[in-house]
């Protein structure tokens, strides 16, 4: 696929995979930056066209001490550091239409949540800054249903959207990956898969959310025979303490290890 009208995309003749990774919350500047820099030795080497991923705040939380953010601007400008430091690009979630614009002055790239996909506003107030979209599918949602999602980015003149799978609820604490949902969502736009999120155990009774991130090698692999375009992964250099998601995180330290076996699994599938 054609990443080259995103700023700062390295590798953009590469038939790898892209990978969006980073912490699931932007915690501050120094964790920020020693995540970045390491995903970036890490894809250099391999190729792999890479978008920093960091969330300005956290909007979806189970309990109201959960922590949300350290302030959006100060958030916002430090993913605009990481991305003038080394040269890439960005990717945060939006939750309001406010959000939009704001957000859209820092990055390169705005993700809708899924459990706000739906919000045809919000869509539309993204779709409009004229930045690349990138939409998760609803845990709620059917594959077919995110053409809709699609259109309605293109109806509002942006063509540059994107669907990530991040997996549908499986009764009320697990996740699945339906992999037939792929090649039909592929047919809409460019599909990411999700592999951290995809792996959460939600609604647990503490008001923590759990995680699976013993099986973030099998959903990559299978994701990667599957022909899907980019690969989401939140990482972290210490998960047990980080302060959101650190139960489905994938330690930064494996990180190398799992994007090798998979760019020799992509070169397989694409008969290199």
């Not at 190729?47 to 109201?64: L, V």
């Amino acid at each position: 696929m054609n990443l080259s009208n995103i700023p700062n995309i390295k590798h953009t003749n590469s038939n790898n995979f892209f990978l969006l990774a980073g912490p699931c919350a932007i915690e501050g500047e120094d964790m920020a930056m020693r995540i970045a820099e390491k995903v970036l030795q890490i894809t250099n080497k391999l190729e792999i066209p890479f978008i920093f991923k960091g969330s300005f705040k956290k909007a979806n939380r189970s309990r109201i001490d959960s922590f949300t953010g350290i302030g959006d601007e100060k958030a916002l400008e430090i993913l605009a550091k990481v991305s003038e430091s080394f040269k890439v690009p960005t990717i945060t979630d939006i939750h309001e239409i406010s959000d939009a614009a704001l957000a859209a002055k820092y990055v390169d790239v705005l993700q809708i949540p899924a459990f706000l996909v739906r919000q045809t506003d919000l869509v539309v107030a993204a779709a409009k800054t004229g930045k690349v979209v990138n939409l998760k599918k609803g845990q709620f949602m059917s594959p077919e249903a995110m053409k809709h999602a699609v259109q309605k980015v293109k109806d509002s003149g942006n063509d540059n959207v994107w669907i990530t799978d991040r997996g549908t609820m499986f009764g009320y604490q697990d996740m699945i990956v339906d992999f037939r949902g792929i090649p039909t969502m592929r047919s809409y736009a460019p599909t990411v898969l999700d592999v951290t999120h995809s792996l959460q155990q939600p609604n647990q009774s503490s008001g923590v959310t759990g995680g699976r991130p013993d099986m973030i090698e099998t959903i990559a692999r299978a994701g990667v025979v599957n022909n899907i375009d980019g690969l989401f992964m939140e990482t972290h250099f210490d998960p047990a303490n980080a302060k959101s998601d650190g139960a489905n995180m994938l330690h930064l330290d494996y990180l190398e290890k799992l994007l090798t076996n998979l760019v020799a699994i992509r070169k397989v599938v694409n008969g290199l």
